[in-house]
């Protein structure tokens, strides 16, 4: 649901950028992960801000790995989990301003610009670069609630109500197979959905069922 009401902001490759955040030319690599990265934005210090579902609660593989990657990040300001929800973590970092490569724009010219570049997108539709992600969810729910909905929230709830409608006809078909005295049939007792860029469900239920099976097995 975040995923498909909060979209990346266009601007968020540039500031992943700017702290050499999993920058695959870069030479040294010190920062090669990306995380399970939700969004990317600033504060009014122009610091940037990671939105991360890394944190004590994820399923996250990379937790650990994510955490070094942070705490030994050489502009990092501070880390913590997402006090609404401790799945996610926000971390906070300086532009690092010197690299040993080249990132095409100059990152004091970046943020001396970056007002001028907000407007520009804000024009074009875009929320501001200085909002942060859960306060442009909050505004996505409340319009919901009031039957305003992007065309990447209708396509979720299209594809949700299709879903929801299979696993209803799972258990009335477990229902009909029942009562006629015919056993064998298991409908899924929980359901693994994930949601494209584009508001489609899928189900990944199989999926991740024998991920934890080939887990189980290497123990």
Not at 17 to 27: E, H, V
Not at 184 to 194: A, K, T
Request: charged share 30%; net charge negative.
């Amino acid at each position: 649901m975040f995923n498909t009401a909060v979209p990346p902001h266009p601007m968020s490759s540039m500031l992943l950028r700017a702290i050499n955040w999993a920058q695959p030319d870069a030479p040294e690599k010190k920062y090669p992960h990306l995380g399970r990265m939700r969004y990317v934005w600033m504060d009014s210090e122009y610091n940037i801000k990671l939105l991360l579902k890394d944190g004590a609660t994820s399923w996250s593989e990379q937790k650990d790995e994510i955490m070094t990657q942070i705490k030994g990040h050489e502009t990092l300001v501070d880390v913590h989990p997402l006090e609404r929800d401790p799945v996610y973590l926000v971390a906070t970092f300086k532009p690092v301003m010197e690299t040993t490569y080249d990132r095409s724009i100059p990152i004091q010219e970046l943020l001396d610009n970056i007002t001028m570049f907000d407007e520009t997108a804000m024009l074009k539709g875009w929320p501001s670069l200085f909002t942060d992600p859960f306060t442009l969810f909050d505004i996505a729910m409340e319009k919901l609630t009031k039957g305003e909905m992007s065309p990447r929230m209708e396509k979720f709830a299209e594809s949700l109500s299709t879903m929801l409608g299979d696993v209803q006809a799972q258990d009335e078909l477990k229902t009909i197979v029942t009562d006629s005295g015919i056993g064998g049939f298991e409908p899924d007792g929980v359901r693994i959905l994930s949601v494209d860029p584009s508001g489609e469900v899928e189900d990944k239920t199989e999926e991740f069922l024998d991920k934890k099976d080939e887990g189980n097995n290497e123990k």
